[in-house]
């Protein structure tokens, strides 16, 4: 009875960490000090974003059900000497992941070329909410996306139209930058992440290479479990069988 109850316990281990492989992971900390950046969910830019993170950063599969941006290192409100943001900005964001071959330093101004054969769109829809500095941009994936680090790098691709930002900037948390002051550069100091982006202000597409927007990864169970877990719940069912059968004996 003893060795029955041991393989039981052992079986439901092993079963409650196959159901909870999935994990948070947060690419890009810690965070760039006093400094932030608006684009593309904290200001009226209107066009198509592009962010790279290197596969690097994950430990395995995952599926990604949630993405997180945060607003913790730089307030507009102080900056400008104005009163607080109560609003996030209006507008619609159409956000999509894929596997790509591009990484933190090679990607290209032709958007299309940086897209994964596996692009999803999966989320859609207005962003605005009550908003105060330190909150957390939590954006829930109304498709999830399955991505498998050995494959390539993960690329988020936004699509901003018909934003406002009325209510002043958001500056969500950045890792890269290497300035001395929050409107200089350069923006190259990580291998880890890299964007691009059409600059309005100067009417060009920009390439930042080693910077990029911290973001955070919710993610569920891993859709293949891996090899050893899976012989381990054969072994432990085997088990429970050989003990069952000799107690009907």
Do not use: H
């Not at 079963?15 to 200001?43: E, M, R």
């Not at 957390?136 to 699509?159: E, H, K, Q, R």
């Not at 293949?224 to 050989?242: D, F, I, N, R």
């Amino acid at each position: 009875m003893k060795k029955f109850l041991m393989l039981f316990c052992m079986t439901v281990m092993i079963l409650g960490a196959v159901g909870v492989a999935g994990a948070n992971v947060t690419v890009g900390l810690p965070a760039d000090a006093q400094s932030g950046n608006s684009y593309p969910f904290g200001s009226a830019y209107i066009g198509d974003y592009q962010q790279v993170y290197n596969s690097s950063q994950f430990s395995g599969p995952i599926t990604i059900t949630n993405i997180e941006f945060f607003n913790t290192k730089f307030d507009w409100a102080t900056l400008t000497n104005t009163p607080p943001i109560t609003n996030m900005n209006s507008g619609n964001w159409a956000i999509s992941l894929s596997t790509t071959n591009a990484d933190w330093n090679t990607l290209s101004t032709t958007y299309s070329n940086n897209l994964g054969g596996n692009n999803t769109l999966v989320f859609n829809g207005n962003l605005s909410q009550p908003w105060a500095f330190g909150d957390t941009l939590a954006i829930n994936l109304t498709t999830p996306f399955n991505y498998n680090p050995s494959n390539g790098n993960l690329l988020m691709d936004v699509v901003a139209t018909n934003t406002s930002d009325s209510a002043g900037l958001i500056f969500f948390d950045t890792n890269g930058y290497t300035g001395t002051t929050a409107n200089g550069g350069p923006f190259n100091g990580n291998t880890i992440m890299g964007r691009v982006y059409y600059d309005t202000t100067v009417g060009a597409y920009a390439v930042n290479s080693g910077y990029g927007l911290v973001t955070e990864f919710s993610t569920g169970t891993s859709s293949v479990p891996e090899p050893a877990t899976m012989l381990l719940l054969g072994l432990g069912l085997m088990g429970l069988a050989g003990v069952r059968r000799k107690f009907k004996k």
